[in-house]
Each structure stands twice: as C-alpha cells, then as structure tokens.
C-alpha cells in the first residue's frame, strides 16, 4: 500500500523570486496524482522538494507521520522516474536496474530475482542484456520505471515520463503505466503539462498556476465544474468557448443575451435569486465546443438557444470536424461529427445544449453557480 504525502504551507524561492508561496496538499494512499499545469508553473519543483532536490524554503512534507524536509534523499523511499529517462549508459538494462538494490547491499540472489520479476512486469526481460544505446525511447523508459519501482517505494514519483515519446507510443505507454499502477498500489504522483495524460490517468488532478493551485477534483469534476476561467479554458480539447454576454430577466426567468437572442439559463443551476445580482451586467458565457450541436432533431428541441453563425474554416479530424465559426461577431470553435458539412462561408444553426452552460465572473474570473 502506497503513502499519504502531506504538503503545508510550502515555500520555494530561487533568489527574490518565489515560486510557491503558502501551497498545501495531501496525496491520498496509493493514489494516482497529478500535478497538471503549464510550463513555469510550479509542478516540477513541487515535485523536486518532495524528493529532496530542491531546498525547501518554507512549510512542512511529510509521508505517512513522518517529516521528511531534512531527510536526505536516498533515506525518505521514494522513486523517481525523470523526462529523459537518466539511464546509465554504461550498464546494460539488468545492471540499470539493480542499481538502487546494490546500494542497499540485498543479497547477489535476491537481487537477481527481484529484477527479473519486475522486468517481466514492464515488458522488457528479453532485453536484460542490452545496453541503453540499443535501446528505443520506449524501451529505455520502461528501464527507468523498472528501476525506480524495484526499490519498493512507498512513493512514485514521475516528471513527464512520456515527453519525449512520440504519439502512438505516448497513448500505449499511459495505459501500461495506469495498469502498472492498479497492480502495485504504490502512490503516484504524476507530473505533466498535457491534459489527456493527466484526464485519462489520474484519480485526482491538482491544476496550477504560477505556483498557485487553482482546483484540485477528480477529472470528471474539473471537466463539468470547473472553478475559474483558468481551469475552464485548460481542461478540455479544443478549449472552451469564452463569450461575452448579458444577464437580462425575459418573461420565464433569466437568461444570457448571445448574438441578439436571449437564451434561458436552467433554474437548478443559475436560480433567479443567484442571477438577480448579474442582472444587466456583463458575464463570460462558457460553452464547450462539443456542446453547441448542428443537427436537425437537437435544433429542433433547442429553438429557444440556438444562434445562427458564418463558417470561417473546417478542420477534418477523421471521426469530427472543427468548425471556426463567428456569430454575433465573436469567435467560436464548434467539434461535430464528421458527417456534418461545413465549408468556409457556409451559415449553419448553432443549439447550444443549456445544461453544459458555464457563466464566469467578468472581473474576478470564478465561475458562478449555486455554492
């Protein structure tokens, strides 16, 4: 069973520069955690004090009960598994991975089948004589998350493991890790700046921002609740849709004022009480592109949100396309099935689905909703 990580009131400064200032967190035992955010925001150098390679300026981490901010690195049993692999390149893959149980100074033969059994686990015991030279990117990332597992950690540590890898391999490699992590229940936390990686791996994601955390939910959360703009426009492929409207009462209640329509807002999520302070006051409409919908039965049940718009371009994906669209003089990105037809120029009908509506303050940024 895996450790919990607790996080209070960490400090990091390089020189007059603070990085983090005040971030606390916890990591539940064997979960899979993921520091999402972009690059600069602060997600690799959590990660670096956690195990020891950066000073900690402020703040205390603990695993389990016991703080570890003066433990020395190789005493607080933690792995890591780093962006560009950090193999040996002069030891051949069995050697790269009994390093750390050498250090330890375990007998020759329960080395020996430690690593086998765990090279057998990643998939590479065939090569256990190859030197990392001979090696594919893949390959020589399984080495280093063989390595680092071996060691039986209590926490894993990973930072952009899958960078470096093209595509295909990426997409294969997230399920080996996801599946590796159910089967040894050790805590993972998981260092990326790509939202696939993070959505479709993690038990629970932490997005950051200059250092700061900004939500930390599971991926259904962050996806559907959102908190501010920030994590709106980060999660989600294409990015959300951020548009200027007004908040207006019409005979049924209140609604947005988009593109010259007023489109109703769904009482159990904006009640009229909630929506009295906006009233007549600029708000940012945020609508996901796979929910504004072309086709002819949705547009039908939807006559009261749909808005008319000109086709700027048509992206064919293979299975959807995506259409950059302006209504109402403002930008959009709509993601439809690839059936749809679409070319530049071309005015289609937009039915916005009203219960994936997101509102967001205009000046502070939060999303607005039932508290």
Known sequence: MGATITIENAVKRYGNDT????????VRPGEF??????????????????????????????????VINNIPTNKRNIGMVFQNYAVFPHMNVFDNVAFGLRNRRLPKDEIERKVNSILKVVKIDHLKNRMPANLSGGQQQRVALARAIVIEPEVLLMDEPLSNLDAKLRTSMRAEIARLHKRLGTTFVYVTHDQTEAMTMGDRIVVMKSGIIQQADTPTNLYNKPCNMFVAGFIGSPQMNFIDCTIEKGKEGYGVNFAGKLIPLPQGKFPDKLMAEYAGKTVVLGVRPEDFHT????????EDSTVEAEVEIAEMMGAEIYIHAVCGGQKLIVRAPSRVQAESGDHISLAIDKNKIHLFDKETEQAINIK
């Open 295 to 302: 086709e002819s039965a949705f547009l039908e049940m939807s």
């Open 19 to 26: 990085i983090i200032n005040g971030l606390s967190l916890e």
């Open 33 to 66: 955690f993921t520091l999402l955010g972009p690059s600069g925001c602060g997600k690799t150098t959590l990660l670096r004090m956690i195990i020891g390679f950066n000073s900690i300026e402020g703040g205390t981490f603990k695993i389990n009960d016991r």
